[in-house]
Nanobody, 121 residues
């Protein structure tokens, strides 16, 4: 059974920084892309940033230049460094991992429970 667990959310003032971390654990045979999504109240879940197992990255337009995604393939972890945070970054942030495991056939998406990020003075 695979578990995806996020950590690092919290309350921060505008202009501040936070670092989110996520680890995928269990019987994992391979990990493809790992990503961070977010969902604000009343809005759809959106892709914030993604990193492939080869290191290629994608960022949503609203976070380019402020957020940095990184991963450790050996540990099945992904992090999101968030700088220059704005109130509009307030959301529940979810970690996503596309991977192969013992419990399901093929490549599948696994999600964490989410970690709250609140940007407010």
């Amino acid at each position: 059974q695979v578990q995806v667990v996020e950590s690092g959310g919290g309350l921060v003032q505008p202009g501040g920084s936070l670092r989110l971390s996520c680890v995928a654990s269990g019987t994992i045979f391979g990990v493809n892309a790992m990503a961070w999504y977010r969902q604000a109240p009343g809005k759809q879940r959106e892709l914030v940033a993604q990193v492939t197992n080869g290191g290629s990255t994608y960022y949503g337009d609203s976070v380019k230049g402020r957020f940095t995604i990184s991963r450790d393939n050996a540990k099945n972890t992904v992090s999101l460094q968030m700088n220059s945070l704005k109130p509009e970054d307030t959301a529940l942030y979810y970690c996503n991992a596309n991977l192969r495991s013992s419990g399901r056939i093929g490549w599948n998406d696994y999600w964490g429970q989410g970690t709250q990020v609140t940007v407010s003075s």
